[in-house]
Nanobody
Framework: QVQLVESGGGLAQPGGSLRLSCAASGSISSIRTMGWYRQAPGKERELVAVIIIGVTTTYADSVKGRFTISGDNAKRTVYLQMDSLKPEDTAVYYC??????????????WGKGTLVTVSS
């Protein structure tokens, strides 16, 4: 059974930093993307940043220049370094791995989320 576990959330002051980590366990292979999403209270879940393995990295406009995503496909881990945090970054952050274990079969695995609160 595949599990994704996030860690590193918590309380930060505006202008501060946090680093999120996400590690996958279980039988997981053929990872296509590793990404971070977030959902603020009363809002829909949105993409924050994603690594498309072997292709590119993409960020939401709202976090460009402040957040950095990195990952290790072999170790099945992904990180999100968040700097210059703003109150509007407050949300539950989720990691997601998209995999293609065999032809024409695409699966998404989600973590349970970690809360990030930015407040003075």
């Amino acid at each position: 059974q595949v599990q994704l576990v996030e860690s590193g959330g918590g309380l930060a002051q505006p202008g501060g930093s946090l680093r999120l980590s996400c590690a996958a366990s279980g039988s997981i292979s053929s990872i296509r993307t590793m990404g971070w999403y977030r959902q603020a209270p009363g809002k829909e879940r949105e993409l924050v940043a994603v690594i498309i393995i072997g292709v590119t990295t993409t960020y939401a406009d709202s976090v460009k220049g402040r957040f950095t995503i990195s990952g290790d496909n072999a170790k099945r881990t992904v990180y999100l370094q968040m700097d210059s945090l703003k109150p509007e970054d407050t949300a539950v952050y989720y990691c997601k791995f998209a995999v293609r274990p065999r032809a024409y079969v695409d699966l998404d695995y989600w973590g349970k989320g970690t809360l990030v609160t930015v407040s003075s």
